[in-house]
C-alpha cells in the first residue's frame, strides 16, 4: 500500500527559532500532498495544498510567510515553521493524494508533534 | 457551504457489542465519503471509502459503512467491537479528483471491557 512518512516525528524548539517538517511518499510519487493541523482532541485543520513544481495553495487565516511550503519533487514536501512561537505548538500531519482503483484517495503520514517553548 | 457532521463526540460501547458511528454530509452533489481512524498521537488510517456503486462498503478491521443518499449519511458500523477499536474515528468527504477533504469533528470511542 501507499505509505507516507513524516519526519521529524516530534520536535522541540525554542522560540523565535524555525522548523522544518518532511513528508515523503515512499513508494508512490504524489503531484499533490495536503498539510494539516490538529489541536488536542479537535479535528484536522486543512492548511495549505501543495503541488509539485508551484505554489502551495493556502487556506483562508493560514499564514503563508508563516508556514512556508516546498514541494520540490514528487515523493517530498517540506513544512516550515518559521520565528515559531509556543500557539504553534501543535500535530502536523501530511497527506499524499494517489490515484487508487480509478479514483483518488489521501494517504496520511504519521504526523509531527511540535512544541515550542 | 460543504459540510461533514458527526453528530457524537464521544460513545462508549462494551467489548462484544455492535457499533454504529454517525455521520451526515452537506454537498450540492454526491460526494467521495471515508471514514478514517487515527489511535492517540498517531496519523489517519483509511478503514473505507465510497465512490459510487454498491451503497453498502466493507473495509479494513471488519468495518463496513452504508450510504444513504435519502437521508446524506454515511455511517460506520461494526458488528462486534473489540478494545483495540478505541480509537479516534473521523469521516470525511470531497469532490473526487484529488481534491482536499472535508473532515467531521471525529467520535471518540471508549470500549469498556
Known amino acids: 500500500g501507499a505509505v507516507v512518512s513524516q519526519h521529524p516525528s516530534w520536535v522541540i524548539c525554542k522560540s523565535g527559532t524555525s522548523v522544518k517538517i518532511e513528508c515523503r511518499s515512499l513508494?508512490?510519487?504524489?503531484?499533490?500532498m495536503f498539510w494539516y493541523r490538529q489541536f488536542p482532541k479537535q479535528s484536522l485543520m486543512l492548511m495549505a495544498t501543495?503541488?509539485?513544481?508551484?505554489?502551495?495553495?493556502?487556506e483562508q487565516g493560514v499564514e503563508k510567510d508563516k508556514f512556508l511550503i516546498n514541494h520540490a519533487s514528487l515523493t517530498l514536501s517540506t513544512l516550515t515553521v518559521t520565528s515559531a512561537h509556543p500557539e504553534d505548538s501543535s500535530f502536523y500531519i501530511c497527506s499524499a493524494s494517489v490515484m487508487t482503483s480509478g479514483s483518488y484517495e489521501q494517504y496520511f503520514g504519521p504526523g509531527t508533534r511540535l512544541t515550542v517553548t | 457551504a460543504q459540510s461533514v457532521t458527526q453528530p457524537d463526540i464521544h460513545i462508549t460501547v462494551s467489548e462484544g457489542a455492535s457499533l454504529e458511528l454517525r455521520c451526515n454530509y452537506s454537498y450540492g452533489a454526491t460526494p467521495y465519503l471515508f471514514w478514517y481512524v487515527q489511535s492517540p498521537g498517531q496519523g489517519l488510517q483509511l478503514l473505507l471509502k465510497y465512490f459510487s456503486g454498491d451503497t453498502l462498503v466493507q473495509g479494513i478491521k471488519g468495518f463496513e459503512a452504508e450510504f444513504k443518499r435519502s437521508q446524506s449519511s454515511f455511517n460506520l458500523r461494526k458488528p462486534s467491537v473489540h478494545w483495540s477499536d478505541a480509537a479516534e474515528y473521523f469521516c470525511?468527504?470531497?469532490?473526487?479528483?484529488?481534491?482536499?477533504?472535508?473532515f467531521g469533528t471525529g467520535t471518540q470511542l471508549k470500549v469498556e471491557l
Open positions: 470525511a468527504a470531497n469532490t473526487g479528483g484529488g481534491n482536499k477533504l472535508t
Open positions: 513508494d508512490f510519487q504524489a503531484t499533490t
Open positions: 501543495s503541488n509539485e513544481g508551484s505554489k502551495a495553495t493556502y
